[in-house]
Protein backbone atom coordinates (compact mmCIF):
# COMPACT_ATOMS: atom_id res chain seq x y z
CA UNK A 1 0.00 0.00 0.00
CA UNK A 2 1.17 3.28 -1.18
CA UNK A 3 1.68 6.15 1.23
CA UNK A 4 -0.84 8.15 -1.14
CA UNK A 5 -3.58 5.35 -0.82
CA UNK A 6 -3.47 4.98 2.40
CA UNK A 7 -4.12 8.69 2.89
CA UNK A 8 -7.38 8.19 0.55
CA UNK A 9 -8.38 5.47 2.88
CA UNK A 10 -8.01 7.37 5.79
CA UNK A 11 -9.53 10.48 4.59
CA UNK A 12 -12.69 8.39 3.56
CA UNK A 13 -13.20 7.47 6.53
CA UNK A 14 -15.31 9.00 9.04
CA UNK A 15 -14.39 9.81 12.70
CA UNK A 16 -16.40 8.54 15.54
CA UNK A 17 -15.73 8.47 19.24
CA UNK A 18 -18.95 6.08 20.53
CA UNK A 19 -16.19 3.79 21.39
CA UNK A 20 -14.05 6.20 23.71
CA UNK A 21 -17.48 7.39 24.62
CA UNK A 22 -18.55 4.16 25.87
CA UNK A 23 -15.82 3.13 27.92
CA UNK A 24 -15.88 6.18 29.52
CA UNK A 25 -18.60 5.61 30.84
CA UNK A 26 -18.26 1.85 31.28
CA UNK A 27 -15.41 1.98 32.50
CA UNK A 28 -13.90 5.47 33.91
CA UNK A 29 -16.75 6.99 35.51
CA UNK A 30 -17.19 3.67 37.87
CA UNK A 31 -13.79 3.87 38.77
CA UNK A 32 -13.29 7.50 39.34
CA UNK A 33 -16.62 7.12 41.53
CA UNK A 34 -14.86 4.21 43.53
CA UNK A 35 -11.67 6.00 44.05
CA UNK A 36 -13.78 9.43 45.57
CA UNK A 37 -16.04 7.19 48.11
CA UNK A 38 -12.56 5.58 49.27
CA UNK A 39 -11.01 9.03 49.60
CA UNK A 40 -13.82 10.45 51.39
CA UNK A 41 -14.31 7.39 54.04
CA UNK A 42 -10.52 7.30 54.31
CA UNK A 43 -9.61 11.23 54.87
CA UNK A 44 -12.76 11.87 56.86
CA UNK A 45 -13.82 8.55 58.44
CA UNK A 46 -10.80 7.57 60.33
CA UNK A 47 -10.63 11.01 62.03
CA UNK A 48 -14.23 10.73 63.41
CA UNK A 49 -15.44 14.07 60.88
CA UNK A 50 -18.79 12.46 59.72
CA UNK A 51 -20.53 15.54 59.13
CA UNK A 52 -17.75 16.59 56.88
CA UNK A 53 -17.94 13.52 55.20
CA UNK A 54 -21.56 13.92 54.33
CA UNK A 55 -20.76 17.34 53.36
CA UNK A 56 -18.21 16.41 50.59
CA UNK A 57 -20.83 13.29 49.46
CA UNK A 58 -23.51 16.43 49.20
CA UNK A 59 -20.74 17.30 46.36
CA UNK A 60 -20.27 14.42 44.97
CA UNK A 61 -24.17 13.75 44.79
CA UNK A 62 -24.37 17.30 43.07
CA UNK A 63 -21.50 15.96 40.53
CA UNK A 64 -23.07 12.73 39.97
CA UNK A 65 -26.19 14.65 38.91
CA UNK A 66 -24.05 16.62 35.98
CA UNK A 67 -22.31 13.52 34.73
CA UNK A 68 -25.44 12.08 34.69
CA UNK A 69 -26.91 14.86 32.57
CA UNK A 70 -24.15 15.05 30.57
CA UNK A 71 -23.94 11.40 29.35
CA UNK A 72 -27.77 10.86 28.65
CA UNK A 73 -28.48 14.30 26.35
CA UNK A 74 -31.03 15.52 28.89
CA UNK A 75 -29.72 19.00 29.53
CA UNK A 76 -31.54 20.11 26.49
CA UNK A 77 -35.13 19.02 28.00
CA UNK A 78 -34.14 20.43 30.97
CA UNK A 79 -32.65 23.60 29.04
CA UNK A 80 -36.41 23.68 27.82
CA UNK A 81 -38.34 23.19 30.98
CA UNK A 82 -36.31 26.34 33.04
CA UNK A 83 -37.03 28.56 29.68
CA UNK A 84 -40.64 26.98 30.32
CA UNK A 85 -40.74 28.33 33.46
CA UNK A 86 -40.03 31.78 32.67
CA UNK A 87 -41.83 32.48 29.30
CA UNK A 88 -45.46 30.22 29.97
Known amino acids: MTASSL??????????T???????????????LL????LLLWLGGGKG??????????????????IGIAITGAGVDIGKWLAGLFTG
Open 49 to 66: DNAGVMRRIGGVIVALAI
Open 18 to 32: TNVQTWITGNLVPLL
Open 7 to 16: ITVVADTPLK
Open 35 to 38: AVAL
